[in-house]
């Protein structure tokens, strides 16, 4: 098995064990591919979801630029819902799994399915 499917199987067994959701593999696959070398660093892999500044880049650079949502307090909302369900005592929150549930809350598959 190699390293990226290793750790596909661990966020889609995050989302089973610690979100209670049903992950679409085909989907949590794309948005693991899309967070490119970042899921390779122990740093950059996971989000700091008690850093204020590290949830503004996800809003920046993953909502707005990546999903092309437009700028609004709705955005803020929907992340901090995520690391809710995620659970905010949780040390390792991984970056792919908090895409992919922020990818499924706003409906923007589609953006992967090229």
């Known amino acids: ?22 992950p679409d593999m ?8 899309g967070c490119g070398p970042a899921i390779y ?3 950059a892999s996971t989000v ?8 503004e880049t996800i809003k920046k650079n993953f ?13 803020m909302q ?3 819902a995520v690391i809710d369900t995620y659970g905010r005592s949780e040390r390792h929150k991984y970056r792919a799994v908090v895409y992919y549930m922020l990818t499924k809350h ?3 598959e589609a953006v992967y399915a090229k």
Do not use: H, Q, W
């Not at 085909?26 to 591919?33: A, F, G, H, P, S």
């Open 1 to 22: 098995m190699s390293k990226r499917a290793e750790l596909i199987a661990k966020y889609a067994e995050d989302l089973k064990t610690k979100c209670n959701i049903t």
């Open 26 to 33: 085909d989907l949590l696959t794309k948005v693991t591919i």
């Open 41 to 43: 660093n122990n740093d």
């Open 48 to 55: 700091a979801g008690s850093d204020p500044s590290e949830l």
């Open 63 to 75: 909502l707005i630029k990546k999903l092309g949502l437009p700028e609004g307090d709705n955005l």
């Open 78 to 80: 929907a992340i901090n």
């Open 106 to 108: 706003f409906r923007k």
